[in-house]
């Protein structure tokens, strides 16, 4: 009988400590209440609480968590109704006031989330709504985490997932987008076909340009030989004056032969000109060219054969009584 009491009070005891043992899971924290009032926070691992004197309040998830916004629909500031849904990212960083601060801590950040975004997305045009999502991300995450700091809880992401606005609206944007890209395309165009213009005006402009500095280099170039045949013959006009004054009848033969034989050649180069009837008799020019060529033999004719420092140097007589 004794012995069956002493089992008995030690499976009571066993039963005690094992109550009175807490395993706390990672990731978690539990709220230890003494009598209904919090004491103390179990970490994760081996805990021990006397039973009947302390119990588990809250079992809080500390890792970082989800929660889905439903699809609901907004009106904006310029009175487009859009759907939209989004998702929240948020971690407990205090267990006892996520545990006894708020209630329902999901649905109250839920709620939070909801009523913001309504006022966020309300205060936008639904262009902005439509291409400014980063812009309501942050506001979104700006208010709602410092509303949710009282309560132990860190807003880490707000992410608006999708925007649909009706689909008329979404007709007459794809017509507006269409519109603006016909729009880029007439303006590309019209930008090439200026900018073709300019680059062909610069190039008649540098045609012209190196077509006149060709017609100027080719001007100067004539004009220099004219110039230059111009002084050969003021040379050839002196050398034959200074033959006529010392009286060779031979250079105005020259003259008119010189003559005479431009004015043949320029009858024989005529394209149209088939026969050639010449004014004057043959003999005449073969005289003529024979003036020419006793102008030459009396040229070399009258040159002296010995230098003419030889010439001008005085003699001195040598008599034969000297010798």
Excluded: C
């Excluded at 006022?119 to 700006?142: C, F, H, P, Q, Y």
């Excluded at 004057?280 to 060529?293: C, D, F, M, N």
């Excluded at 002296?304 to 034969?320: D, E, I, M, N």
């Amino acid at each position: 009988m004794e012995l069956t009491a002493g089992v008995l009070v030690l499976a009571l005891v066993l039963l005690y400590l094992f109550t009175s043992i807490k395993i706390v899971r990672q990731g978690y924290q539990y709220t230890i209440e003494h009598f209904g009032r919090f004491t103390t926070t179990a970490r994760p691992g081996f805990n021990f609480y006397p039973a009947f004197f302390y119990r588990v309040g809250r079992r809080i998830n500390m890792m970082e968590q989800v929660i889905d916004i439903p699809g609901q629909e907004i009106i904006t500031k310029d009175n487009a109704m859009v759907a939209v849904d989004g998702v929240v990212f948020f971690q407990v960083l205090d267990a006892a006031k996520a545990a006894y601060e708020v209630s329902e801590l999901y649905v109250a950040i839920l709620q939070l989330t909801t009523t913001n975004l309504r006022t966020v997305m309300g205060s936008m045009d639904l262009d902005e709504t439509l291409s400014k999502r980063d812009e309501i991300n942050a506001r979104l995450l700006s208010v709602v985490d410092h509303a949710t700091t009282a309560w132990g809880v860190k807003i880490t992401r707000v992410e608006v997932k999708d925007i649909r606005p009706p689909a008329d609206i979404v007709n007459a944007m794809g017509r507006q987008m269409k519109a603006e890209r016909e729009k880029r395309a007439n303006i590309l165009e019209a930008e090439g076909s200026r900018a073709s213009e300019i680059l062909r005006a610069e190039g008649q402009k540098q045609s012209k340009i190196l077509e006149a500095e060709g017609r100027r280099e080719a001007a100067f170039r004539d004009a220099e030989a004219r110039e230059r045949a111009a002084e050969a013959e003021a040379t050839a006009t002196k050398l034959v004056s200074v033959a006529i004054e010392q009286g060779s009848p031979q250079a105005i033969n020259y003259f008119i032969a010189q003559k005479y034989v431009e004015a043949v050649g320029k009858f024989a180069t005529s394209p149209n000109a088939k026969t050639i009837l010449f004014p004057v008799e043959a003999t005449q020019l073969i005289g003529t060219l024979g003036g020419i060529g006793e102008i030459a033999r009396e040229a070399l004719a009258d040159r002296p054969a010995t230098p003419p420092a030889a010439a001008s140097r005085p003699r001195v007589p040598v008599t034969r009584g000297d010798q």
